[in-house]
């Protein structure tokens, strides 16, 4: 059992800066990988980035790819999404996820959800 909170959603100018954060807790935690994905509305959920506890693997959506940045505090069991320069097209509700092993690309393959965070880009 894994339960995820996620922080940091904001309004933002374009071409402004905001750090998400994904706070997990739970048992074994390392044996799950780690997902950031986000929805707009109307749209389908899409991955943004993923990353292990371990550092062993990091990815990235092309539209994020140099933008953002995932990592991660083990002490603090959190997992951040740095994201800069950030586009109108950014706007969405960006949840973080947990999957147990390797982590994925496709959202319906995650177990645990946290509730959101909404981020505003501002043209």
């Known amino acids: 059992q894994v339960q995820l909170v996620e922080s940091g959603g904001a309004l933002v100018q374009a071409g402004g800066s905001l750090r998400l954060s994904c706070a997990a807790s739970g048992r074994t935690l390392s044996r799950y990988g780690m997902g950031w994905f986000r929805q707009a509305p109307g749209k389908e959920r899409e991955f943004v980035a993923a990353?292990?506890?371990?550092?062993?693997?990091?990815a990235y959506a092309d539209s994020v790819k140099g933008r953002f940045t995932i990592s991660r505090d083990n002490a603090k069991s959190t997992v951040y999404l740095q994201m800069s320069s950030l586009k109108p097209e950014d706007t969405a509700v960006y949840s973080c996820?947990?999957?147990?092993?390797?982590?994925?690309?496709?959202?319906?393959?995650?177990?645990?959800w946290g509730q959101g965070t909404q981020v505003t880009v501002s043209s």
């Open positions: 996820a947990a999957v147990f092993g390797r982590p994925v690309s496709t959202p319906r393959l995650y177990s645990y």
């Open positions: 990353n292990t506890w371990s550092g062993d693997y990091t």
